[in-house]
């Protein structure tokens, strides 16, 4: 329910991680963001409910990107109302957050309905135009395809169409990744670039907030707005054809090929 841009933040599901909590001597509970180990919510000292970091939570600080009204002792964040989120300026505003309790299966099977409508949206632009990375990552530019077998294990992948061990995938911290197969094999959050987070079903080419990796073995991680453009095999193959249109008419007027530079005992059937 949250909008604006900390929505990206603040959206998404939430786990109770009971080592956090010490619900053995009586203390509120905390949750962690799925796929985010720096976003939390938890009880401030204040007596709301916060969403911020973990340096934030550790410390129980009323600084954050949302909060709730102050609550009663033992009041679940489901139950807590008047929810505010903070702009870019730090200024709260009221909005509807809703909050709702979920299994573990109810999380998995959204999860895998969303990533279903989203690739049904895609069908008929199963091609995807990447382009924006330079330096040592310049090869993930290019044609990625949607491949139709991972629907059914409830996510969505690309795979680039001149480099069979390039993948576009979702990762298990919710961000898009560009990587190898192994990567995308396990959904590992690691390889070449990736996206903010985003929520399940989103397309990559809604996504924001790409980086890349840096030059280098290890190298550290740079933003660069990457652009990827969803395109029809029909439209993919008239811009091809206008580009060999363009191509012929270059050769008007100069019909002529004159091949040189060839050596050995082939030279004299090339030249």
Known sequence: ????????????????????SNVEIGQPPCFRKQGDRDIWLYLAKAGM????STAHQEKRESIGWARSEPVQPGSLPTAAAGWEVSDKLGIWEKQELQLSAKSTEEVGQHAAGAWRKAYSDMRNFCLLEVSGASGATSDINGTYELRPSYVDQGTMVYRHCNHSNIYLYPGKDNRWWVSNEMNKDTREA????????????TLPTKAAGWCITGEGEGGE?????????AKSPEGDEQAKAESWNKAVCQLTGKP???I??????RAAFVN
Not at 49 to 52: A, C, P, R, Y
Not at 221 to 229: A, E, G, I, S
Not at 260 to 265: H, I, P, V
Request: proline share 9%.
């Open 49 to 52: 409910w916060m969403l911020s």
């Open 190 to 201: 690691g390889g070449w670039a990736c996206s903010e987070p985003v929520e399940a079903g």
């Open 1 to 20: 329910g949250a909008v604006g841009p900390k929505a990206s933040l603040i959206n998404g599901p939430y786990i109770f991680v009971p080592s956090m």
């Open 260 to 265: 040189s530079g060839a050596l050995g005992e």
């Open 221 to 229: 991680w740079q933003q660069q707005p990457l652009t990827l453009v």
């Open 256 to 258: 002529f090929l004159k």
